[in-house]
């Protein structure tokens, strides 16, 4: 079966859609100045915009998968999400811990979601 890339670059492709599903590469935010409210609200962003891009939208996430830098900020982060999600349409997620490749990034999610 045909896997559909997009944004291909050398190291990676922030999108592949294989038999209906969408997978995503980890997002994260361009203006690093904002804090976890504003970097959680920029990559949710992006993921609208490729979701979108992919014919699909936040209600059809099959998975999320939240990595920020620092567990005290959790609730930052749970308060742009809780804005963001749709009552009833919350996706399973995990939210882990862990150092992210630049230390300005406070948070990176990665989704897993189904096409329309």
């Excluded at 690093?32 to 915009?49: C, E, F, H, N, Y």
Aim: charged letters at 20%; glycine letters at 6%.
């Amino acid at each position: 079966m045909k896997v559909d890339r997009f944004h291909v670059g050398p190291r990676l492709s922030e999108m592949a859609i294989h038999h209906g599903t969408v997978y995503l590469a980890g997002q994260i935010a361009e203006d690093v100045s904002q804090d976890m409210v504003g970097q959680t609200k920029q990559v949710l962003a992006a993921i609208d915009r490729l979701l979108e891009e992919a014919g699909t939208d936040k209600t059809r996430i099959l998975f999320a998968q939240v990595v920020i830098t620092d567990m005290r900020l959790f609730a930052d982060m749970n308060q742009a999400w809780e804005a963001w999600v749709v009552a009833g349409h919350t996706p399973p997620r995990a939210t882990i811990q862990a150092a992210l490749a630049s230390p300005k990034h406070l948070v990176e999610i990665i989704v897993t979601a189904a096409q329309k």
